[in-house]
């Protein structure tokens, strides 16, 4: 692999530094987000940058460095770059939803348990003095019904994890789920909310979820059930769900999202919910754990080297996706098969002129994988007996192209 800089930025877990190093990139780590000239400085002797959700990639900024070849966001969001200018120069976008799944799973398993035994409140109290041991309203998980709504990544860890805990899970999702262990799909929202105990959100925000659970669904909740989300503050009306705990229609709630949070640390927190008895908050700590952190680090640096490695664009955020098998045996290798991926702007007959391209340098394509959107074309290709490096600059001087490189 050629010797490509990468720059980490935002005290990404030393994890992606490490693996990357292992594959011989120069990799440079700083614990803060630049802005400005600074950033401009760091970036121009980049190939690569990684961040979390500080630093400003905006079209501005991507403008003055059209030559990165990779974003990696370190985190799910990917707010802080501007990711439509992105695809317009050519640069995938890459971030890691799902490398914080179990540690959201985990909390939610905690929380059935916290809630089912008043865990906050007894705790809080003896932290105050006040000795309150006593049967009342504390059960036991075992056997009680789990209802999940949306059953993806998230969902069905905690599905499997509470079977463990002799729960019965059932769920609902607006797509057709396998059902894990003995799990079972509800018949409808309204048939879940009305039987389990507890009702754990796990849906994105979408025009569809904001305010899945309001006052109605609240009030054909089960008399005694909880409430747990996770998932986004869009989801719940915390107000309705504050009337029912006071007037003693829900036994508790743990609420990791809200629909207002503070933007940092030092702002004030507030929420109808404070203050309720058996209300767990926590400051949307579900994804916040070390090992989600490396396990973070590990995801998007294994996208960084896919990328460089084969061209694979599967989980870029902003790209068309191709993940092209690569064929390397001793006869692709006396062949001299090589591996170009070309970005153009979408217009017709594009591929018709690369091809030509090859069929003129008397080569032969081994492999051709193409996929586009509005904007771009993605084109990855195997090609043996050709001088790759003519190949790519003839590639390169259409005026279609936006950037061609030569993989391996
Ligand atoms: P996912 O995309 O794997 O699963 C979401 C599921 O919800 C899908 O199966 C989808 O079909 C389903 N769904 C969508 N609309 C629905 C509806 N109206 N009714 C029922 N089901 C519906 O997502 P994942 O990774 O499981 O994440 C779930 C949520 O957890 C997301 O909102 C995510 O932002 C949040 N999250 C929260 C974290 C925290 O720190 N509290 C950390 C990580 C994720």
Known sequence: MRKTRVLLLEAIHPG?????EREGLMVELHPHSPSGAELDELLSKANIVG?????????????????LEMIGCFCIGTDQVDTKKANSIGIPVFNAPHSNTRSVAELVIAEIVALSRQLGDRNSNAHKGVWMKSADGAREVRG??????????IGSQVSVLAEAFGMRVIFSDIIKKLPLGNSQRADSLDELLKVSDFVSLHVPDTA?????????????????????????????????????IKVGDLAGAAIDVF????????????SPLQGLPNVILTPHIGGSTIEAQEAIGLEVAQSFL??????????????????????????????????VMNVHRNVPGVLGEINSIVSDLGANIQAQGLATDSTIGYLV?????????????????????????LLV
């Open 16 to 20: 992606a530094k490490e693996m990357l």
């Open 51 to 67: 961040i979390r959700s500080k630093t400003q990639l905006t079209a501005s900024v991507l403008e003055k460095h059209r030559h």
């Open 144 to 153: 009680k019904t789990l209802g999940l709504i949306g059953y993806g990544h």
């Open 208 to 244: 569809q979820t904001r305010g899945l659970i309001s006052k109605r669904e609240i009030k054909i909740m089960k008399r005694g059930a909880s409430l747990i989300n996770a998932s986004r503050g869009s989801v719940v009306d915390i107000e309705a769900l504050a009337e029912a």
């Open 259 to 270: 629909p207002e949070e503070p933007a940092s640390n030092k702002q004030k927190f507030e």
């Open 306 to 339: 896919s990328f460089l490695a084969r061209g694979t664009t599967s989980g870029a955020v902003n790209f068309p996706q191709i993940d092209l098998a690569l064929l390397q045996t001793e006869e692709t290798r006396r062949a001299e098969r090589r591996r």
């Open 381 to 405: 290709m195997d090609v043996e007996s050709v001088d790759g490096v003519e190949l790519c600059k003839r590639i390169q001087a259409l005026s279609t192209s936006l950037r061609t490189q």
